[in-house]
């Protein structure tokens, strides 16, 4: 369980787009108002992790055709996210334009970085051996006690540089800074995947 735990905590603690989008939200509307949307994301990763047990995750590495329809819808997304988040006014916040629920809830299903972490938690540490059901429950339970607390730092983060800084410039520089790194993080997460394999078989066709 230890190895799983460490496994977890560099999966879900490390920057990543989910991690971004929580500082981004925590630096333009404060951390109270960003639990929906934290809720929603710790919700939507369980997701990926019930679809992954359920067979969803097989489908990803065995269908090329299905990898480049998620790859497309996902990229479009993050950089739609991206987007918003650097034009984002901090002068000008309006409650309507604050992430909610459902948007923390479809996030890690269109997260990269979350398919490759449960995929590889599962094929690293589910035994033949060992009823199937109670494993993907221990990995589950491992994943969200340290996701809940690390994804809430990251968004307390954003709360704490939402009070000391105080220049708008200066706030629309770390918002377009923290856009940016969401997508070197979406970028690291497919070059590490197998879902970039069609792209470079096509690259070469």
């Not at 333009?28 to 994301?41: K, M, T, Y």
């Amino acid at each position: 369980m230890a190895v799983i735990a460490l496994f977890a905590f560099s999966m879900v603690a490390s920057p990543g787009p989910v991690n971004m989008l929580l500082m981004a939200s925590g630096a333009n509307f404060g951390f109270r108002r960003s639990l929906p949307f934290l809720l929603g994301c710790i919700s939507g990763f369980l997701l990926v992790c019930l679809a992954t047990a359920l067979g969803l995750g097989t489908l990803f590495t065995t269908s090329p055709v299905l990898q480049l329809v998620f790859l497309g819808v996902s990229l479009l997304y993050i950089l739609y996210l991206a987007y918003r988040i650097a034009t984002s006014n901090p002068e000008i916040v309006e409650s309507a334009d604050r992430p909610g629920y459902l948007a923390g809830l479809i996030l890690h299903p269109l997260n990269p970085k979350a398919w490759v972490a449960v995929i590889a938690a599962y094929s690293q540490f589910i035994s033949p051996d060992t009823d199937y059901t109670t494993q993907v429950i221990v990995i589950i339970v491992i994943f969200t006690l340290i996701g809940l607390p690390f994804n809430s730092l990251w968004c307390y983060g954003g709360n704490l540089l939402r009070r000391l800084v105080t220049a708008p410039r200066l706030m629309r520089l770390i918002n377009v800074t923290l856009a940016l790194l969401m997508l070197v993080a979406v970028g690291i997460a497919l070059m590490q995947a197998d879902f970039i394999a069609p792209l470079r078989a096509a690259g070469m066709q």
